[in-house]
């Protein structure tokens, strides 16, 4: 038999994923097997995956990556993020 706690855990864990890390895991979704998201499979995957962003605060994000047609360049989003987080 297995117990499994309901308790949180007393310090945090961390997650977190470097650029490149991310860069692939959007490559793997990537429409086409292009290097482009569609923004609202991005919308879609911060609102609801890992540690959620409600969907003002998404918008807020992504109003500062270009977008074309709807269309984002993963190369220029984590080229953005790279340069926010120097």
Do not use: F
């Not at 911060?46 to 918008?59: F, M, Q």
């Not at 992504?62 to 120097?86: A, D, F, K, R, W």
């Amino acid at each position: 038999m297995v117990y499994v706690s309901t308790q949180k855990p007393s310090t945090p864990i961390e997650q977190s994923m470097t650029l490149e890390e991310l860069k692939q895991g959007l490559l793997e979704i990537a429409i086409d097997q292009t290097e482009k998201i569609s923004r609202s499979e991005l919308i879609k995957i911060i609102t609801t995956v890992g540690d959620k962003l409600t969907l003002t605060e998404a918008n807020q994000v992504l109003s500062l990556i270009p977008t074309v047609n709807g269309i984002i360049e993963i190369s220029s989003l984590v080229s953005h993020l790279q340069s926010n987080s120097e």
